[in-house]
Structure formats: C-alpha cells, structure tokens
C-alpha cells in the first residue's frame, strides 16, 4: 500500500493487483486481510475495492478473510455495499428490457455478491440501511431518495430494489 489515502483510480488498481496476489498465492492470508482493511477504510479506497471485488473477482471470494477488513469501517461500508445492490439490481432490470442477458446476469452476480456480504457483515447498520432504501423506494423519500433520483430509477427498478432489500432483510431477521 502506499502512504496516505488512496484515490478512486489508484484504490481501483491497488485492489485488483491485492486480487491477483491473493488469487496466486502470493498474498498471505493475513496480509490481505490487512491490505483490504487498509483499503476499504476511506470512501475511494473502498469504491475502488468494490468495484473489482463485486464484478471481477475470483469466484472464491474468500469472504472469511474479507469479512473481518469490512467489518472495521462499517459506516463506509455498509452505505458503499447498499448502494451496490441497490445500483446492480436496477442495471439488471435495464439489461433485461434491452434483452441483453449476458449484461443482466453480470448485474445479477454484483447483486448477489453484494447481498451475500450484508448479510454475512450481521451488522445493525445494515439493516438500518437497507430499511431506508427500502423507505426511499417505495415512498419517494427518506434518507436514499437523493440518490435514487440522481441515478433517475423508475418505477420498475425501483420495485425491484425495494423487493431486494425485503429479501436481504428477511434473510437477516431469519438467522
């Protein structure tokens, strides 16, 4: 890593070069762990974690030596991942009316990558947010409305995002 913050374009080659050493063999485990930890605790470093973690990544994501790192800035990450679920599912939407299914099912996988970190985070914080996204996408307001108008969602993605959060919450609530 290297000295200071990193922004959003070197935090994006600094986690995949982590990636690819972790993917080798070259990065011991607890080095990763501390790289990812060092990463994600600024908002760019984080952006730039997730967006190779989420779309690129190795289909082990090892999240046993990711969970830990994630789990020591939770207020910039679980805001970070429950955008990204948010965004995946309603890219995936688009996708699909264009009938562009190979897009659709790489949308698919960032969601579902992204679920499966809130859910194994089991931290209050997620629940708090993916409460509000949901209170944001079916009532027009609340704390997320800024940003799902910013992305300009419509109704149907907004539907979808609010069926995301009510299974992921489910899936807190049920464990």
Request: aromatic share 6%.
């Amino acid at each position: 890593m290297t000295s200071g913050p990193l922004n959003f374009e070197q935090a994006l080659e600094t986690s995949q070069d982590l990636l690819d050493q972790w993917s080798s063999g070259a990065l011991p485990p607890g080095e990763f762990t501390r790289a990812i930890a060092e990463l994600v605790a600024t908002e760019p470093g984080a952006r730039g974690f997730f967006v190779n973690y989420l779309t690129d990544g190795p289909e082990n994501q090892n999240p046993e030596l990711v969970l830990p790192a994630l789990r020591q800035a939770p207020e910039v990450i679980v805001p970070l991942l429950v955008k990204n679920l948010a965004m995946s599912r309603a890219m995936a939407v688009i996708h699909r009316r264009q009938g562009d299914a190979n897009q659709a099912a790489q949308s698919d996988r960032v969601c579902w990558r992204s679920q499966a970190l809130l859910e194994a985070l089991r931290l209050p914080l997620v629940s708090t947010h993916l409460q509000a996204l949901f209170e944001s996408a079916t009532s027009g307001q609340g704390s997320y409305q800024d940003f799902l108008d910013r992305w300009g969602y419509d109704q149907g993605q907004r539907e979808c995002i609010a069926h995301v959060c009510t299974r992921v919450l489910g899936h807190l609530s049920a464990s």
